[in-house]
């Protein structure tokens, strides 16, 4: 257990409306990332964070920003949701710079 | 940019039996790290082995073990004496060796759903 929650589990938003998800670590690491999972497309980065305050773009960043004000906690916002973010979104922590990456269990949201 | 491929979207294989999922990377890096994920219906994403590029030998994990074959950019899981419990999505990925920037990411392919049949 990598000691990785993510909230909510499960999620229905209307389009338009601002939508965060949480990502909370209890082991302190570093590196915490944002990815989102789509048939056929597998898991795609949308940001990723290396410590406080600092954070970085994925591939698919258009559409959402990430706060990370402490260590524990990475936050992914939603400005305007629409549809095309419906998805399952996982985040991911790193122990360290050779080490594999580690789940949480994932978010599905839906935006109608 | 890496790429990771995994061109077969869907396989079966008969419990017991044995089971090889394809995968293949484009980079031009000459160290990194490949692995295998497994996703089971409960979304939960699971480590099922690693591979050092640097590393001749291929890894193996129990009845779990890969062909890495670097010059080709080719890594497959082989899965012996297949298991009900081994039906799930499987992803491959990749992450550069390098400390900085985007090379901190995985790059996953698109996955492959493994069935086993009883």
């Known amino acids: 257990d990598a000691g990785i929650t993510q909230s909510p589990r499960h999620k229905v938003t209307e389009t338009g409306t601002p939508v965060t998800l949480r990502c909370h670590q209890t082991?302190?690491?570093?590196?915490m990332y944002w990815y989102r999972q789509d048939p056929g497309h597998g898991l795609r980065l949308i940001h990723y964070?290396?410590?406080?305050?600092?954070?970085d773009k994925g591939e698919v960043s258009d559409g959402y920003s990430v706060s990370r004000s402490k260590t524990e906690d990475f936050l992914l916002t939603l400005e305007s949701a629409t549809s095309s973010q419906t998805s399952v979104y996982f985040c991911?922590?790193?122990?360290?710079?050779?080490?594999?990456?580690?789940f949480g269990q994932g978010t599905r949201l839906t935006v109608v | 940019a890496q790429t990771v491929t995994q061109s077969q979207p869907e396989m079966s294989v008969q419990e017991a039996e044995t089971v090889t999922l394809s995968c293949t990377y484009d980079?031009?890096?000459?160290?990194?790290?490949l692995f295998w994920y497994k996703q089971p219906p409960s979304r939960q994403m699971i480590l099922v082995i690693r591979?050092?590029?640097?590393?001749?030998q291929n890894a193996t994990e129990n009845r779990f073990s890969v062909n890495f074959q670097k010059a080709a950019k080719s890594f497959s899981l082989k899965i012996s004496d297949s298991q009900l419990g081994d039906a799930a999505m499987y992803f491959c990925?990749?992450?550069?060796?390098?400390?900085?920037?985007?090379?901190?990411?995985?790059?996953f392919g698109s996955g492959t759903q493994l069935t086993v049949l009883p």
């Open positions: 991911a922590i790193r122990p360290g710079p050779n080490t594999e990456a580690f």
């Open positions: 082991e302190n690491h570093r590196y």
């Open positions: 964070s290396y410590g406080v305050k600092d954070t």
């Open positions: 980079t031009s890096e000459s160290d990194y790290y």
């Open positions: 591979q050092e590029a640097y590393k001749q």
């Open positions: 990925a990749y992450r550069s060796s390098l400390l900085s920037g985007s090379a901190r990411q995985l790059t």
